[in-house]
């Protein structure tokens, strides 16, 4: 069975700052799917950014990108000119290729500090 | 308009009473999952669907059963509620291999 830990229950950062959120994974799938979604207090569940287990290029978007290690099964985010609006639950995610299902990480509340 | 709808959004019920949450999507999807949000845990899976005659049983489906009525609606059904059972209530929709687009989640707290 796939587990996603995230070991950081709380995080906080300073506005303009840059911030790194972690994440490991266990499997024995070749390929899948990684995935970041943001969860604001709204609780609405937005995706960030998402990565193919079979690119070795890691995944950008805008200021959010990760650092996907597959040996070391670890999956970072990165979150670049930290925004007010940063401010959430961020949760990262594994889908098993052709899976559809999502296993998701216990999720990291990142603060953004003016 | 949402492309994932929930009802209710919000909902207080006593214990032993059945309550039902639903869910349509206009993406047209054939894949549609419930999931359950607990603090510390993140989300777990109930239910999965993967087109109308396809439901299957996900990490956390007892005390719970679902309905796929169409495409584009999935129900999630909680025979005898309980306390543990307060939790915020996600659905969602998406084609492999492409993210999960998700409702706006059903607080539920049984009493």
């Known amino acids: 069975a796939q587990t996603v830990t995230q070991s950081q229950p709380e995080m906080s950062v300073q506005e303009a700052e840059t911030v790194t959120l972690s994440c490991t994974y266990d499997t024995s799938e070749n390929n899948y799917y990684l995935f970041w979604y943001k969860q604001p207090p709204s609780r609405q569940m937005i995706l960030v950014i998402r990565?193919?287990?079979?690119?070795?290029q890691n995944a950008t978007e805008n200021r959010f990108s990760v650092n996907f290690q597959k040996a070391a099964k670890s999956f970072s985010l990165k979150i670049s000119d930290s925004q007010l609006g940063d401010t959430a639950m961020y949760f990262c995610?594994?889908?098993?290729?052709?899976?559809?299902?999502?296993?998701f990480g216990q999720g990291t509340e990142l603060s953004v500090k003016p | 308009d949402a492309d994932v709808t929930q009802t209710p959004r919000n909902r207080i019920t006593k214990t032993g009473k059945r309550i039902m949450l639903e869910c349509s999507q206009t993406?047209?999807?054939?894949?549609m999952y419930w999931y359950r949000q607990d603090p510390g845990l993140g989300l777990r899976l109930i239910y999965y669907?993967?087109?109308?005659?396809?439901?299957n049983k996900g990490e956390i489906s007892d005390g719970y059963s679902v309905s796929r009525q169409a495409q584009a609606k999935f129900s999630l059904s909680l025979e005898s509620a309980i306390p543990n059972q307060t939790a915020l209530y996600f659905c969602a929709t998406g084609q492999v291999p492409y993210e999960q687009y998700f409702g706006p989640g059903t607080r539920l707290t049984v009493t």
């Open positions: 669907s993967f087109d109308v005659k396809d439901i």
């Open positions: 995610a594994f889908m098993k290729y052709q899976g559809g299902k999502l296993i």
């Open positions: 993406k047209g999807h054939d894949r």
């Open positions: 990565q193919e287990a079979y690119k070795q």
